[in-house]
């Protein structure tokens, strides 16, 4: 049972760090709106999979921000 509770553990670390990184990327970038900015960050926001999501389908849409 132990095992069960560190892989569980392990699972969703994985998953807070790219959710993480999914909304440092989404806080870079342009969408061209707010409104398409919020829903992404919402989209990003699902547990265990929506910085999969955001990853194949919002990671191209967005430019970056001019330094």
């Known amino acids: 049972m132990d095992k069960i509770v560190l892989y569980i553990l392990l699972i969703a670390a994985l998953s807070l760090g790219l959710t993480m990184l999914a909304l440092i990327d989404i ?4 969408f061209g709106s707010v409104k398409t900015k919020v829903l992404w960050h919402f989209v ?19 430019q970056k921000k001019p330094a």
């Open 27 to 30: 806080i870079k970038k342009d």
């Open 44 to 62: 990003a926001l699902i547990p265990l999979v929506g910085w999969l999501i955001y990853l194949i389908f919002g990671y191209k849409k967005g």
